[in-house]
């Protein structure tokens, strides 16, 4: 049985780690290191790195080369591009972990991340999910957004907006193999907020308001680089596996058919702004409206509207 200064001096080849975070990239090059940096930096030392290359055509794999030549705690996996959503999925496949982690290849974490994840998770005595605190930053460091006032209010907030970050949670290993990510390339968003989503139907979470990670925000994240067809396609996939999960229906209630208008909403918003896409925005607001009257009462639905009607005047 290991101890818990084990844990801090890290594990050894025979020694499976107590902390397994998965990296999924794709032609990430000039933020992987970073990434990768600050996950070699952490203060708690038993932990692995899974990297998966969802078949990067940079030089991903060149650059990150002298980091992982010869750390038995770092996995680089690489497979054809299926998407993220598949990425996750086969990375969790390979962990060794009790707990694992995700980390986005374009952001990245503090020294103090998987210190304060296993205080909060011993504290707890070793529950299925925890969550810490995060931020958003800008490219230059800047702190934009706080997010670091979870409470047990989250199931309610969860069905609004996604408002965690898939790099400050943690899933037992035991849970997250069964329950994971939409095993489809087409989950290419909200494919962690339906994860999210299901947990949260079936587990009481855990929280440490600790901010211990980042996101970047940069333009490759702006909903203006979203291409429209495969946010449609993601929007159906993940709606349609929602659907079928009892534990979702059960939980949430009359609160689903609010949660899928939402989705299409979004749609709308960015199919809005564009002029040849007109029928296929009112197609999708009235699909929005069909789950849910009160959506016309909503920010993205009105919004959506607004650009309607402007791309129609001269």
Not at 3 to 28: M, V
Not at 248 to 272: D, K, M, W
């Amino acid at each position: 049985m290991e101890s818990q200064n084990d844990l801090f001096l890290g594990p050894t080849k025979r020694d499976p780690p107590f902390f397994s975070i998965i990296i999924p990239t794709y032609n990430r090059a000039q933020f992987i290191l970073k990434a990768l940096n600050s996950v070699l930096s952490q203060e708690f030392s038993s932990y692995e790195i899974i990297i998966v290359d969802d078949g990067s055509t940079d030089n991903t794999k060149d650059l990150i080369a002298d980091l992982i030549e010869g750390d038995h705690r770092i996995q680089y996996l690489y497979k054809q591009n299926e998407e993220r959503s598949i990425a996750r999925n086969y990375g969790i496949m390979h962990a060794k972990g009790r707990y694992v982690g995700f980390l986005d290849s374009d952001d990245f974490v503090y020294p103090n991340h998987l210190f304060v994840a296993y205080e909060m998770f011993r504290r707890n005595e070793f529950p299925e999910v925890g969550h810490l605190g995060y931020e958003i930053v800008s490219t230059r460091g800047e702190s934009l957004l706080l997010q670091n006032s979870f409470d047990n209010s989250y199931k309610t907030k969860l069905i609004h907006e996604n408002i965690f970050s898939s790099n400050a949670i943690f899933i037992r290993k035991d849970v997250v193999n069964t329950l994971n990510f939409i095993p489809s390339s087409f989950a290419t968003v909200s494919e962690d907020w339906y994860l999210w989503l299901r947990l949260a139907a079936r587990y009481q979470f855990c929280f440490d308001n600790t901010v211990t990670s980042a996101i970047i925000h940069h333009d490759e994240r702006s909903l203006l680089n979203i291409d429209p067809d495969k946010l449609i396609a993601s929007t159906k996939c993940v709606i349609e596996h929602l659907k079928n999960d009892a534990f979702f229906l059960r939980e949430y209630n009359e609160r689903v058919s609010y949660h899928f208008a939402n989705h299409y909403t979004l749609v709308t918003l960015i199919l809005s702004t564009n002029k040849n896409r007109r029928i296929d925005t009112i197609k999708y607001l009235i699909k929005a409206t069909i789950y849910d009257p009160t959506v016309i009462f909503r920010k993205r639905f009105l919004a959506s509207i607004k650009h309607l009607l402007l791309s129609i005047l001269p």
